[in-house]
């Protein structure tokens, strides 16, 4: 058994707490907000509640697999129901698409009604495409610890490629829309296509094979599920304590310098942003810049609003999503508007230009900017900034400390519960049973 240090109790920490503990280490998670989840959360004001981060998932075997391997399935714990269509998307010329999940037919006849003939067979065999891709980076790189020595040629030909996702889909498509689509997954996560490897295309297939899920009531119910499951884990959790260093010795992690003192330990997992821990931003290879936040604000409506989907997403610069899935007083919505780009009004105007005028509807609003949200969480829940290859090279290196772990979106393949929840798993893996 080691003694086991989780710095950040965000999703990732807080998963691979849980997996950790589970396979008989004693673990202690270190969180410097009076709650567990990170960006994982409500925003609660005068009778409305609004998902702070996530308000869905994809990939719902991750969530299934964290709760089956901590102890109970999530069935015991959290309803997850799928999202259908997954998004609604509203595109600069007029077009609607509500997108299926599920099918490749279904998605070719959604694309070839609302874009024109022809143009859901290139969709759909764009998606196609990916199919590879995911088989190889599942087994070679997402599911298990990756060792250059091991994994296979296509794995490494995958994640050293040079052809970037911009370019990768600027050859694939002419039209406009498609192009919007294909690259939508990376403009949300803040990151530029021109950086990001090509198979960051592969959400685009992740969504249409497995959908979109969500949990009634809110995501953010996740939070208080990942709590009681460390409570029964035996998990000290140690809240309102913030990590100021790990402590090295000899090129090994001794245990962490926090501000209510030094807690030892065999094994540290950071789960926040290394750069913000001075011992590990020394330590060479500077991971850069981190992916920005969307700008976020939460509304709550009162009357008759439109009636959407679950998300719609406005294309164009900015970009809007609007999510409408929030709890509400009776007679009034609960939305939340994200904006990536370059936003130059008040976000309510921007929607109304863009066809969903609510202007004289809005009760309530909580605005919270991107470094509102880097600030509360102490770093980016949307990770590292990609700089193209160099970022993989970095990240297959792994840390050079021995017994530290890095975990969280600033391990993962990219931002998300389902790639922040498998690089959890991937570091307990490499920790293994006590
Ligand atoms: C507005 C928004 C919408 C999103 N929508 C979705 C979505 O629909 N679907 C989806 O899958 N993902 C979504 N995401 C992304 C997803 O929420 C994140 O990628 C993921 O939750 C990151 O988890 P994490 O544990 O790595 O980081 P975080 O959630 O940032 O957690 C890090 C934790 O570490 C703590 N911490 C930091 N420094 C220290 C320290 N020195 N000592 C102790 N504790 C520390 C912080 O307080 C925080 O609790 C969204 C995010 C945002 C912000």
Redesign the pocket.
């Known amino acids: 058994m080691s003694r086991v240090v989780v ?7 807080a998963a691979a707490a849980a997996r950790l503990a589970k396979l008989g280490h004693r673990v202690t998670l ?4 009076g709650r567990l989840g ?3 959360g409500f925003v609660e004001r005068d009778g409305y509640r609004w998902d702070a ?5 994809g990939l719902p075997a991750v969530l299934r697999d964290l709760f089956r391997k901590s102890g109970r399935p999530l069935e015991r714990e959290l309803e997850l129901v799928p999202v259908e269509p997954i998004r609604e998307h509203r595109f600069v010329d007029g077009a609607v698409l509500a997108m299926p999940s599920g099918s490749r037919s279904a998605q070719l006849e959604a694309v070839d009604g609302a874009l024109g003939t022809g143009l859901g067979r290139q969709w759909v065999d764009y998606v196609h495409g990916h199919v590879e891709t995911w088989d190889v980076l599942r087994r070679g790189y997402l599911e298990r610890p990756y060792s250059a020595s091991h994994a296979d040629a296509a794995t490494r030909a995958l994640l050293r490629t040079r052809t970037t996702l911009h370019r990768a889909v600027r050859r694939r498509f002419e039209d406009e829309r498609l192009r919007a689509l294909a690259l939508l997954s990376t403009v949300l996560d803040g990151q530029d296509p021109r950086r990001v490897p090509a198979w960051w295309g592969v959400w685009a297939y992740v969504e249409q094979a497995f959908g979109v899920w969500t949990v009634p009531g809110g995501m953010g119910l996740l939070g208080d599920a990942l709590s009681r499951r460390l409570r029964d884990r035996r998990v000290e959790v140690l809240l309102q304590t ?2 100021q260093d790990v402590r090295i010795h000899d090129g090994r992690a001794t245990g962490v310098v926090t501000d209510h003192g030094s807690l030892d330990a065999e094994v540290v997992v950071c ?2 942003d290394p750069q ?1 821990l001075p011992g590990l931003a020394r330590g060479g290879r500077r991971a850069g810049a981190a992916a920005d ?2 700008a ?1 604000c939460h509304l709550g409506l009162r009357g008759e609003v439109p009636d959407l989907s679950h998300e719609v997403v406005l294309h164009g610069d900015p970009t809007l999503v609007v999510r409408t899935h929030g709890t509400a007083p009776a007679g009034a919505a609960a939305w939340t508007v ?1 904006a990536r780009g370059g936003l130059t009004e008040d976000v309510v105007v921007a929607l109304a230009r863009r066809g969903i005028d609510v202007t004289g509807q809005v009760e309530l609003r909580v605005d919270r900017s991107p470094p509102d ?1 880097v600030q509360e ?3 980016s ?2 990770g590292e900034l990609w700089r193209g290859r160099a970022t993989m090279d970095r990240r297959l290196a792994g840390p050079a400390v021995q017994g530290l772990h890095v975990a ?2 600033h391990a993962a393949a990219g ?4 790639l ?1 929840g498998l690089a959890a798993a991937v570091v307990a893996q490499r920790i293994g049973s006590a």
């Open positions: 710095v950040g109790g965000g999703f990732g920490g270190v969180e410097r907000l990170g960006a994982v981060g996530p308000s869905s998932t913030t990590v789960a926040v913000s936040p969307p976020v994200l949200q969480l102490a770093g829940p949307y969280g979106v931002s998300g519960l389902p922040v």
